[in-house]
């Protein structure tokens, strides 16, 4: 089992930043790649970015490349989205997933929203 629990959700401006993390605990988390989903109201859930827990290996939508930066601090056991000059459409709720790859999930975190204002 995989506990996972988000936070660091806000109302922001366009083009401030935002810090989410992701903090996981179970026996198994660090056999699976972190991965951050969002939804936004009346849309499917998409994949954001995802990162393993060793190496080096990111993945981006190409939506968010450039903009945000997904990290982790492994003594912390927490996975960290750093959002840059956010849009309005980055407004929706974000999930933090552990999945067998980037994209997938097994277990979902409860989420968090973030609202960007024009």
């Known amino acids: 089992q995989v506990q996972l629990v988000e936070s660091g959700g806000g109302l922001v401006q366009a083009g401030e930043s935002l810090r989410l993390s992701c903090a996981a605990s179970?026996?198994?988390?660090?056999?699976?790649?972190m991965n951050w989903f969002r939804q936004a109201p009346g849309k499917e859930r998409e994949f954001v970015a995802g990162?393993?827990?060793?190496?080096?290996?990111?993945s981006y939508s190409d939506s968010v490349k450039g903009r945000f930066t997904i990290s982790r601090d492994n003594a912390k056991n927490t996975v960290y989205l750093q959002m840059n000059s956010l849009k309005p459409e980055d407004t929706a709720v974000y999930y933090c997933?552990?999945?067998?790859?980037?994209?997938?999930?097994?277990?979902w975190g409860q989420g968090t929203q973030v609202t960007v204002s024009s």
């Open positions: 997933a552990a999945g067998s790859i980037f994209r997938s999930y097994a277990y």
């Open positions: 179970g026996p198994t988390f660090r056999n699976y790649v």
């Open positions: 990162i393993r827990w060793t190496g080096v290996t990111t």
